[in-house]
């Protein structure tokens, strides 16, 4: 018989501001949205930060015409969970590369946002499985983690540092979402009608995949409610924590 899975620990909620940084506009809703949802219905302040538009996410579809209606259903996508500010840093989709100038355009973010929680995707070489993950969520989610310490250092990025722009330090911890090595997760039970809308919204993307009599709403309680479990709840989202200061 195989062995049970961990029990979750419960997520902190004692947090005001958060920015999500992710590579691609549907990588929220694969999962992450209902938290988003819950957050937000709390009355806390968050921000979607997409690296790309998704331009290369839709095989029949030119790149200059995807990036417009994908950046237009990350928007309605947000909205559906109660998030009004999308910022979309416009790097090419499909050929991001961990380094500098990646951890340079996500610093900036941090520090224009001043967020108490980052939240970015899983970036874990699999899913868990032998499933492989994305190269772009990959270089995403390790850059993401340098970009919140350079945030906070005056001697990194200087040229950030004008009109107004400061240091923000003040990141408590990074979470990775969908993670196959989570620890934590927060109930989503009330919130997942709203997750699943969420992931809906963004028809022309899914329709572009071409998968046959796939259903947003059975792929997303699969997964919800496996974490639920882990939590005692119906459903659940899960987390990796990366703590960002000394101590924790």
Known sequence: MADAPEPLEALPE????MLCVVA???DLEFGAAAAIARWSGQGKDIVYCMVTSGEAGIDGMHPDEARAVREAEQVES???VG???????????GVIEYGVPLRRVIAEMVRKHRPDI??????RDTWGGRNLNQADHIAVGKA????????GNRWIFTDQLTDGLEPWGGVRAVWAANSPDSTHGVDTTDTFDAGV???VAHAAYIEGLG??????????EGFGRQTGQRLGVAFGAAFEVFPMGWGE
């Open 144 to 151: 993401v983690l340098d970009a919140v310490r350079d945030a």
């Open 197 to 199: 809308d969420s992931l």
């Open 211 to 220: 998968w046959e009599d796939w259903d947003p709403r059975e792929f997303l």
């Open 118 to 123: 980052v939240v970015t995707g899983n970036f």
């Open 78 to 80: 947000a909205r559906v």
């Open 14 to 17: 004692d947090w005001s501001r």
């Open 24 to 26: 691609h506009p549907d």
């Open 83 to 93: 998030v009004s500010i999308v910022e979309f840093l416009g790097l090419q989709d």
